[in-house]
């Protein structure tokens, strides 16, 4: 993890089960690489877990000491956000 580098994952607009191991496979191979922006704008549906693997992603970046920023987060995933309590662990995460 030497290269620290910063990498983009654009999340798809469904973000549900389906799609969880292509997002989970995108941000291992980003966050080996260094700092890492999620850009959800296009996001209209998500689900819980794949925003319990965001956040996740997040904790593993603040462990090896990069940033990790969800970049214009659509208001479909704003208010998934919301409607579970998570928006405390995500507040210091989010670039509207």
């Known amino acids: 993890m030497a290269k620290q580098t910063k990498q983009t994952v654009a999340l798809p607009e469904v ?31 998500v689900s819980t ?14 462990r090896h000491h990069f940033d990790f920023t969800i970049e214009s987060p659509s208001a479909a995933m704003s208010a998934a956000i919301e409607r579970l309590g998570l928006s405390a ?7 509207l």
């Open 15 to 45: 973000s549900d089960l389906d799609a969880i191991d292509g997002i989970r496979d995108q941000l291992i191979d980003a966050l080996e690489d260094g700092a890492v922006t999620v850009e959800a704008g296009a996001v209209e549906r």
């Open 89 to 95: 662990q995500f507040s210091g995460m989010m670039k």
């Open 49 to 62: 877990n794949a925003l319990l693997l965001l956040l996740s992603a997040a904790e593993t970046a603040r």
